[in-house]
């Protein structure tokens, strides 16, 4: 009995350990707590029937994404410009974006800037498939929008010491090259934010996020004059 308890004992520490390196892989309680919120249908779904409930914003600029795009008020950033539209959901992946260009290309958007892929890596998708997508993504917008300026944005580093992340800067780096490469074959606009998100280490720089993987406002700050969405330009 006393040796069934002890190996009882062991396989729950065992379980237990494996658990907790689950969650440290995911980055910890917080991540895993947030990804569980961001994945779930509910909240995707609601965000984009609101987006399908607003009315038509012909010649708007778009910015469409993942949760680096939702988190940024866009339109307060830029009140003296055309109608500016987030279409930023978290969680979402390249084929989600996709999915859902048909809400995007009804207001016949005068310029789109995409920012997409990290969900794709922290689940293990290669750079060329999600680069992949993304040129799809732009000839869809091409065929069905062909007066929209479109802007490929880079993916921001990471600071894995402010927080455990899954996904690496290596990773993201080798994603930001072929994006790179494939916007100069498609002639799309690279808007590389990642140097000056970066400290001496090519890390996210720790006072612009508060996670290690998601920007604040200073973060925000610092990338928005990077964009240019006005009527003139």
């Known amino acids: 009995m006393k040796y069934l308890f002890r190996f009882s004992l062991l396989l729950n520490l065992l379980l237990l350990g494996a658990g907790i390196w689950g969650l440290q892989r995911l980055g910890g309680w917080r991540y895993a707590i947030q990804r569980l ?8 779904e609601n965000r984009l029937s609101l987006f399908r409930s607003l009315p038509a914003r012909p010649g708007a600029v778009v ?29 979402d992946y390249a084929t989600g974006v996709q999915a859902r260009l048909d ?54 580093p990471v600071n894995e010491q402010v927080r455990a992340c899954p996904v690496s800067n290596s990773q993201i780096k080798a994603l930001n090259t072929l994006l790179r490469q494939q916007a100069y074959h498609y002639t799309v606009q690279w808007i590389d934010i990642h140097p000056s998100l970066c400290d001496p280490n090519a890390r996210l720089r720790a006072d612009y996020t508060a996670d290690g993987v998601h920007l604040n406002g200073k973060g925000y700050s610092v990338i928005s004059e990077q964009f240019s969405v ?4």
């Open 37 to 44: 919120q961001g994945d779930a249908a509910g909240p995707y």
């Open 63 to 91: 910015f469409l994404g993942d949760s680096h795009i939702e988190q940024g008020e866009w339109a307060e950033w830029y009140p003296d410009s055309i109608p500016v539209l987030n279409r930023g959901i978290v969680g």
């Open 103 to 156: 809400e995007v290309l009804r207001h016949q958007p005068r310029k789109i800037f995409l920012l997409v892929g990290f969900n794709d890596l922290l689940f293990n998708k290669s750079p060329e498939e999600i680069t992949a997508t993304i040129c799809q993504i732009t000839e869809t917008i091409r065929k069905k929008s062909p007066q929209t300026t479109i802007c490929w944005i880079s993916l921001p």
């Open 230 to 233: 006005s009527s003139q330009q």
